[in-house]
């Protein structure tokens, strides 16, 4: 059974650069046809899709994210990557990452990290 | 403004049944499949229903799940104390090119 772990800075700076990392566990990351997903909640809202990355590389973000927001892939660490960047209060928020069978059914969740960002 | 709209919140008392509609649109709901994720306090989403009507093993078959045009609804038959949670829908926009979510339903045993 495939396990994700979000990790990375629990405060950043207004105007830095946010990085998380999803580790995989459990599987391969280049395994199947699984799309690896980033989303975020912020305390007491609801979800939002920030984009994903197929095991080829390819990505798709949210538009309203677009600009800010790049994901990568490891395969030889098996782990997938987030960055946004140019962060401000708006961006205080729970991070998961998550794989996804298809579209927007995804089967495994990490158990998410919050991310403040804070002066 | 979620393009999938839910009620906030829903309640019932112990063995009720419990719906929890998600209205969509052409570019969402009515063109492609809807999932459902619990979310208990404190915790990461889990997926609840998926394909607008499967369950993923382990999953109670009290939890069910349709989809008609554009809009879905999740029921719970024999509510129980630990189904309070937090109920979100999410489907693939068409518009978009990326999945969208509910809300949310705060779902309350009383």
């Known amino acids: 059974q495939v396990q994700l772990q979000e990790s990375g800075p629990g405060l950043v700076k207004p105007s830095q650069t946010l990085s998380l990392t999803c580790a995989v566990s459990?599987?391969?990351?280049?395994?199947?046809?699984?799309?690896w997903n980033w989303i975020r909640q912020p305390a007491g809202k609801g979800l939002e899709w920030i984009g994903r990355i197929y095991t080829s590389g390819s990505t798709n973000y949210n538009p309203s994210l677009k600009s800010r927001v790049t994901i990568s892939i490891d395969t030889s660490k098996n782990q997938f990557s987030l960055i946004l960047s140019s962060v401000t209060a708006a961006d205080t928020a729970v991070y998961y990452c998550a794989r996804a069978r298809y579209l927007a059914w995804f089967d495994s969740w990490g158990q998410g990290t919050l991310v403040t960002v804070s002066s | 403004q979620s393009a999938l709209t839910q009620p906030p919140s829903a309640s019932g008392t112990p063995g009720q049944r419990v719906t929890v509609s998600c209205s969509g649109s052409?570019?969402?709901?009515?063109?492609?499949?809807v999932n459902w994720y619990q979310q208990l306090p404190g915790t990461a989403p889990k997926l609840l229903i998926y394909s607008s009507d499967q369950r993923p093993s382990g999953v109670p078959d009290r939890f069910s799940g349709s989809k008609s045009g554009t809009s879905a609804s999740l029921a719970i038959s024999g509510l129980q104390s630990e189904d309070e949670a937090d109920y979100y829908c999410?489907?693939?926009?068409?518009?978009?090119?990326?999945?969208?979510f509910g809300g949310g339903t705060k779902l309350t045993v009383l």
């Open positions: 052409s570019s969402n709901i009515e063109s492609n499949t």
């Open positions: 459990g599987g391969s990351i280049s395994s199947g046809t699984y799309y």
């Open positions: 999410a489907v693939w926009d068409d518009s978009l090119s990326g999945p969208v």
